[in-house]
């Protein structure tokens, strides 16, 4: 599923108003046992979804700026490779870079979707045609399958995908089926290395499903009470998976637990480390974990559906035409040209 931006009589909405952030003091819930309904099952644990009540207080914007705003486009995909190497997928079948002084663009021509990459010359994008790689010169068509909704790689010989059925991984010559799930819908894979990654999704009973690689196999780690869009792991002892109902499930090496509610449609998770984390909502918030708490950090007027971070100082999100970031881009046109990545 796609999410579309706000429109105003079929057209989209380009102008950016700033808005007073709202502070989402969501209390980590570690240490009140009573606040988290956690039922063992023989095997993967349901997480429950009794959480704490939700402070809120005012706080300024943080340093949020639109990086630039599109022709109309559905943004898909974003990754950040350096301070001037930003790479986001578009539905038009485009890849747009940023290269520090402006955006460059090269046509796919078919609606892409997930974006995973080990490096500039080492890119994955699935698309309505199959799944796509980019090997610093060429990009080349390795499967024809098009339902494919999760890309993820934690380096070159390891790289996964999800689709509705379960998970499939790269051999360097095709796409083999490592998992199989007819019931569970994967949205999203973490991988932080070769030997631990996780898959999200929802099952037919509009529950969640956390998936485990263990290096060898996949196996179901824990359900939720609500459907999973996201996950992002900074190893194995550090993950968060985000839902599209507002809650935040922690990882802490043992057990997944509902940490936080935040009220909003998550649709996105990133971070750089198990200090630095961020996520955004539909509804247009980009919240940032700070210690125990997730605040929003800003509120853009268009839906986001994606976010990536290089450093503290440098957070990249997509919207639905709109890209954000917390660079400073001075002078730099805000066009694009057609040329090669």
Same mark, same amino acid.
């Given at each position: ?87 986001? /997928?578009?539905?038009?079948?485009? =890849?747009?870079? #940023?290269? *520090? %002084?402006? !955006?460059?663009? @090269?046509?796919?021509?078919? +609606? ?48 996964? /995908?999800?689709?509705?059925?379960? =998970?499939?991984? #790269?051999? *360097? %010559?095709? !796409?083999?089926? @490592?998992?199989?799930?007819? +019931? ?48 992002? /792991? ?108």
């Amino acid at each position: 599923m796609r999410f579309r931006g706000p429109r105003d009589g079929g057209r989209r909405t380009t102008r950016l108003t700033r808005m007073a952030a709202v502070v989402v003091a969501a209390t980590v819930l570690a240490g009140c046992a009573s606040a988290v309904a956690l039922t063992r099952a023989a095997g993967p644990e349901a997480v429950g979804h009794e959480l704490a009540t939700v402070a809120r207080a005012q706080s300024p914007a943080g340093p949020w700026q639109v990086a630039w705003v599109t022709p109309s486009l559905e943004l898909t995909g974003v990754r950040v490779f350096g301070p001037q190497d930003v790479w986001v /997928a578009a539905s038009d079948g485009r =890849i747009y870079a #940023w290269d *520090g %002084t402006g !955006w460059h663009v @090269q046509r796919l021509d078919d +609606d892409l979707g997930a974006m995973a990459a080990v490096s500039p010359r080492d890119v994955w994008v699935s698309s309505d045609d199959g799944i796509r790689h980019w090997d610093g010169a060429h990009w080349s068509l390795t499967s024809h399958d098009g339902s494919v909704t999760a890309l993820a790689a934690s380096d070159a010989r390891h790289v996964w /995908a999800g689709d509705p059925t379960g =998970i499939r991984t #790269w051999t *360097g %010559t095709s !796409w083999v089926r @490592q998992y199989a799930a007819a +019931d569970a819908d994967v949205r999203a894979i973490a991988a932080p290395d070769a030997t631990h990654a996780w898959a999200v999704g929802s099952l037919p009973d509009g529950s969640g499903v956390i998936v485990a690689w263990n290096g060898t196999s996949w196996s179901v780690q824990a359900t939720t009470t609500q459907p999973l869009s996201a996950i992002y /792991a900074a190893g194995p002892e550090h993950a968060w998976a985000v839902s599209t109902e507002g809650t935040i499930y922690g990882w802490n090496g043992r057990t997944w637990s509902a940490t936080a509610d935040v009220h909003l449609p998550l649709t996105a998770v990133t971070g750089i480390d198990a200090t630095h984390v961020w996520a955004v909502a539909q509804s247009g918030e980009i919240l940032a974990l700070h210690g125990a708490t997730w605040t929003v950090a800003y509120r853009a007027p268009t839906t986001l559906t994606g976010i990536a971070a290089l450093d503290p100082s440098s957070v990249w999100a997509i919207g639905f035409d709109t890209i954000y970031s917390t660079v400073d881009q001075g002078s730099a046109p805000s066009s694009w040209t057609t040329s090669g990545l």
